[in-house]
């Protein structure tokens, strides 16, 4: 299809009663869709940190003295869908409690409408906890790993 075709097709999809058309070719693909709810595009794997306050040290003779807890960050769901820990059943999982992760890492993948989706970590650090279950529906934004940064 060329590009006056593809005009052509869109100007006639507005002016009939369908609210959404797909074609598929070799080659060639194109979906319109008069509905506001389609496809938009999903916001990356997100990163909340959930910092402590600092506790005195044990004994601590100066009152200023305080040890400070390192933050957490939790890898949030970009989207609504059902998890997988595990790139297939009889593989072990990307990641569990006690894993290293470093920025980028597949720490699981998200399965959306027949599309596969990898969450990557956006952090060093260790995974303190693993929050969802293989398998599990998962929210937009729920927590799915708590990771220690460093």
Do not use: W
């Not at 369908?18 to 598929?24: G, V």
């Not at 496809?39 to 601590?60: D, H």
């Not at 595990?86 to 290293?100: F, I, L, M, N, T």
């Amino acid at each position: 299809m060329d590009f006056k075709e593809i005009k052509e097709l869109m100007a006639e999809f507005n002016s009939s009663p369908m609210r959404e058309l797909e074609i598929e070719t070799e080659g060639f693909h194109i979906h319109l869709s008069k509905n506001e709810n389609t496809f938009k595009p999903l916001p990356a794997a997100t990163n909340t940190k959930a910092g402590r306050t600092p506790v005195p040290a044990n004994n601590a003779t100066d009152d200023t003295k305080q040890e400070t807890i390192p933050d957490e960050t939790y890898i949030t769901a970009p989207m609504v869908g059902s998890i997988y820990l595990q790139p297939e059943p009889d593989k072990p999982a990307y990641v569990e409690v006690g894993s290293r992760v470093h920025k980028g890492d597949v720490v699981c993948i998200i399965e959306a409408m027949k599309m596969m989706t990898e969450i990557k970590a956006d952090v060093d650090g260790v995974v303190t906890k693993v929050l969802v279950a293989n398998e599990e529906l998962v929210e937009f934004g729920q927590q799915l790993f708590e990771i220690q940064e460093g």
